[in-house]
């Protein structure tokens, strides 16, 4: 597997709280890209990173916004959680125009 | 926007039976790519085809890109218990690409023993 972590692994959170999901890589891809997975919907993309500092939105971004300072780390952050932000959250890293790698995932519930 | 879909959603098979998923996009796509993700794990690259009416085997699946680049399948023969999990194909997202990738609903496979 590709050398990618994602942290927490598991976190549960009241509404209205701020939620940062981090996600690390040793592989120096340039690409970085958040999605969350929710039954029914497969993977659907939230941000995305084309290099340093340079991000986008994807196609569910809306109450989400994402930072990237370093090669390694892509951060996820919820300002305020919502109970519809509960899911599976997947950082997937890529080194071109070609297959993705994807981190362990992170399981978060806002109650 | 682009819409890429999946079918069956789901698919209960006996071990030892064939299991065909079809996944057909709104637009014509320069690539597809395939990934497996097992019960509690994450997705995992399986292959990725680029050429009208490519056919690629891996030991027992069976990838086929359609004509018109817009539809491809997945095929395992002689399915096994280790064949369970979700199957997804995914298509370049459309715009400015950057890789991204827009997934199909995915077909979750149950294997009976």
């Known amino acids: 597997d590709a050398g990618i972590t994602q942290s927490p692994r598991h976190k549960v959170t009241e509404t209205g709280t701020p939620v940062t999901l981090r996600c690390h890589q040793t592989?120096?891809?340039?690409?970085m890209y958040w999605y969350r997975q929710d039954p029914g919907h497969g993977l659907r993309l939230i941000h995305y990173?084309?290099?340093?500092?340079?991000?986008d939105k994807g196609e569910v971004s809306d109450g989400y916004s994402v930072s990237r300072s370093k090669t390694e780390d892509f951060l996820l952050t919820l300002e305020s959680a919502t109970s519809s932000q509960t899911s599976v959250y997947f950082c997937a890293i890529s080194p071109a125009y070609n297959e993705q790698f994807f981190g362990p995932g992170t399981r978060l519930t806002v109650l | 926007g682009q819409q890429v879909m999946q079918i069956p959603q789901y698919q209960h098979v006996q071990e030892g039976e064939d299991f065909t998923t079809y996944c057909n996009s709104s637009?014509?796509?320069?690539?597809i790519q395939w990934y497996k993700q097992r019960p509690g794990g994450h997705p995992v690259f399986l292959i990725q085809?680029?050429?009208?009416?490519e056919v690629k085997k891996q030991k027992r699946l069976t990838f086929q890109f359609g004509e018109a680049k817009k539809n491809s399948s997945l095929h395992i023969t002689a399915t096994q218990t280790t064949d369970v999990g979700t199957y997804f194909c995914a298509g370049p997202a459309g715009g400015t690409s950057y890789g991204k990738l827009t997934f199909g609903q995915g077909t979750i496979l149950t294997v009976h023993p």
């Open positions: 990173s084309y290099g340093v500092k340079d991000t």
């Open positions: 592989e120096n891809h340039r690409y």
């Open positions: 085809l680029v050429k009208s009416g």
């Open positions: 637009t014509t796509l320069s690539n």
